[in-house]
């Protein structure tokens, strides 16, 4: 085996001992795991460069486990550099991702790991990209499907969302096909589903005028916390 070919599986074996460290065990030293999780993603970007072939197998054949999951950590890794060429790959990762997971073939907590795609290079670099990341995620929410599914989903999309820029893109219509989607859920999604939507919409400064909560609704949302 060649030494480059071996400096790239280095890496793989990093990112494999990552997630398998039992995380629950007494007197786990969470400060050190940061320190790990750092150290790790910074030399992601530059490894996926060398060996790209290496690090897509890896993220498509390794187990999902949520932020455990190694994946997280290259995603971060792939989105830590301005004008990062992985941004397609990142929106297949997505798609594959969200798949197997309405497939039944990854629980919903696999979702988790695609947190780690940090979009706002994605919204600067290539806007239209993004908007169509926005509007693949949202397309996913369902109003027969339970809420469990629908609080996974959009608490996806909060993750993926980038705050809209009026000195980049004076108005957001090319982000609008997204944004209508949304409002949809914002006005006629349960509860929690509804709070979400508005709180990413409204944080992410767009200004929308919602349908108005009906009297049980006021009362119920006194008591969600929507993080």
């Keep these: ?11 793989i074996a990093q990112l ?3 997630e398998n460290v039992d995380r629950e065990v007494s ?11 750092d150290e790790l993603t910074n030399k992601v ?3 996926a460069n060398q060996y790209p072939d290496q690090i897509k197998k890896f993220c498509r054949t390794n187990k999902l486990k949520g932020y455990d999951s190694a994946n997280y950590l290259v995603y971060i890794g792939l989105t830590s550099e301005e004008g990062s060429t992985w941004y ?7 798609k594959r991702i969200v798949k197997l997971v309405n497939n039944h073939d990854v629980d919903l907590d696999g979702l988790v790991a695609l947190n780690g795609i940090f979009t706002f290079d994605i919204y600067y670099d290539d806007h239209d990209l993004y908007n169509e990341m926005m509007s693949f995620a949202i397309s996913n929410l369902d109003l027969k499907k339970g809420e469990e599914y629908n609080l996974a989903f959009i608490k996806l999309v ?7 820029d009026e000195t980049e893109f004076k108005d957001f219509s090319r982000s609008q096909k997204w944004i209508d989607q ?5 006005n006629n999604g349960p509860l929690k589903v509804k709070l979400y939507a508005r709180k990413i919409i409204e944080k992410n400064g767009y200004k929308i005028e919602f349908k108005p909560f009906s009297l049980m ?9 929507i993080y």
């Design 217 to 225: 609704e006021k009362i119920k949302k006194k008591f969600i916390k």
């Design 16 to 18: 494999k001992a990552y």
């Design 88 to 94: 397609p790959f990142l929106f297949e990762e997505l």
């Design 45 to 47: 970007y530059e490894y």
């Design 158 to 164: 909060d993750s993926l969302a980038s705050p809209h």
């Design 1 to 11: 085996m060649s030494t480059k070919t071996q400096t790239g599986l280095d890496l």
């Design 27 to 37: 007197g786990f030293d969470y400060d050190l795991d940061d320190r790990l999780e």
């Design 182 to 186: 949304l409002v949809f859920f914002a």
